[in-house]
């Protein structure tokens, strides 16, 4: 494999070429946040999935082709947009700075 | 029911953490969340072993269901509290199948486990085992559930309102964003249907929004309120969200929840199917 992977959390069983993922982790500083809730949002602002963190920080979607927005919601901060554009076959890696 | 008879709060919740006559219930997507951690006192029910056969596709036997919450320790007459993940989707679910099978006195709390641990009040991962009761349930009340003829027959009729995200709706993706796409069944969604994503009724902390808002909502979907309406979603459970809304929120009479849902009907052979972003015609 390609080995582009990075992150905690294992793709095996998926099958990456007929996926469009979004995936990533939430820090504040160098330290990951694992009680983080992660939402994925479409162009044009509407939700379409959330994910809590793991206990390491990390996150996935599987999303469409396009443009979406990552939301962060966690325990003493201010919700996190950070905006993202997902392709079929590729991972789209994000780190969240709260 | 209303607002203030089926919805409580996380306050609520803690001045009642040691009422024996509560009884708090954790549902999640994710059956090992309550292990790592839950509220205090909290039980859990599996949505995936606890509440669905395990051979069929169906609920679990009234028969079952009794044998279930009687090894639980719920009695009859207690006050279940669900609460659960991803924004109460499968509490909710939980909430309607309580209601399904009789039980009076159901509640779900506010914004569920998200808004508990975003306001960083207490979890533990101590083992709760209440003792067993020996519980009655009624026959399953088919007035609240849709099954798939009668959605077919809905078409250009009823309301039917899918609330699963614009692009599930649309036909672009055939399962919500966190989970794999490959599935067997058609994309898009049944003709007429108005698309309200479960997700507009809820603020992002997973609290509902109020009576006015989700009203004007489902208004300016084209929800007709003096029609009967079946909800929608992909296996049910973020219907029964959006079934809580209109029916234990909202007091509308005559609101299903079609359980089924897409992974039923996008596999139905000979039946009727839009694809993109409007609701097409009957």
Not at chain 2, 57 to 64: C, E, G, Y
Not at chain 2, 137 to 163: H, K, P, Y
Not at chain 2, 220 to 243: F, L, M, N, P
């Amino acid at each position: 494999m390609c080995g582009a992977v990075k992150g905690g959390l294992s793709l095996d069983g998926v099958d990456v070429a007929k996926e469009a993922i979004i995936q990533g982790q939430v820090v504040r500083g160098d330290e990951p946040v694992g009680n983080a809730y992660v939402r994925l949002l479409d162009g044009t602002g509407e939700f379409t999935a959330e994910v809590p963190t793991s206990a390491t920080g990390h996150f996935r979607f599987f999303a469409g082709p396009g443009d979406w927005t990552l939301r962060t919601l966690a325990p003493q901060s201010d919700p996190v947009d950070n905006k993202v554009t997902a392709a079929k076959g590729v991972v789209a890696e994000v780190t969240v700075s709260l | 029911m209303s607002r203030e008879s089926a919805l409580v709060n996380a306050d609520w919740v803690a001045e009642h953490l040691a009422d024996p006559n509560v009884i708090l219930i954790e549902v999640d997507e994710d059956t090992s969340a309550y292990d790592r951690s839950h509220i205090s006192g909290a039980i859990k029910l599996d949505w995936t072993t606890d509440l669905q056969d395990q051979v069929r596709r169906d609920f679990v036997s009234k028969a079952q269901f009794e044998a279930l919450l009687s090894e639980k320790g719920v009695s009859n007459d207690a006050t279940v509290v669900l609460y659960g993940g991803n924004n109460n989707w499968f509490a909710a679910y939980a909430y309607w199948y309580f209601k399904l099978y009789g039980h009076s006195d159901v509640k779900l709390l506010d914004g569920g486990r998200k808004k508990w641990e975003l306001d960083a009040r207490d979890l533990t991962d101590e083992p709760v085992k209440l003792d067993p009761t020996s519980y009655t349930a009624t026959e399953q009340d088919l007035s609240i559930r849709a099954f798939r003829d009668e959605v077919v027959a809905a078409i250009g009729t009823q309301n039917l309102v899918d609330v699963r995200s614009p692009d599930e709706f649309a036909g672009r993706l055939l399962a919500p964003a966190h989970l794999p796409q490959e599935q067997a069944q058609r994309a898009g969604h049944i003709p007429t249907a108005a698309s309200v994503p479960w997700s507009k009724a809820a603020n992002d902390d997973g609290t509902f929004r109020s009576d006015d808002e989700l009203k004007q909502i489902y208004s300016e979907a084209g929800v007709d309120w003096s029609k009967d309406t079946i909800a929608y979603c992909r296996i049910g459970e973020r219907s029964s969200h959006t079934w809580f809304v209109l029916k234990e929120l909202l007091g509308e009479e005559n609101v299903k929840n079609y359980d089924g849902s897409w992974t039923e009907y996008g596999s139905l052979v000979g039946v009727p199917v839009a694809l993109g972003d409007e609701p097409g015609v009957a």
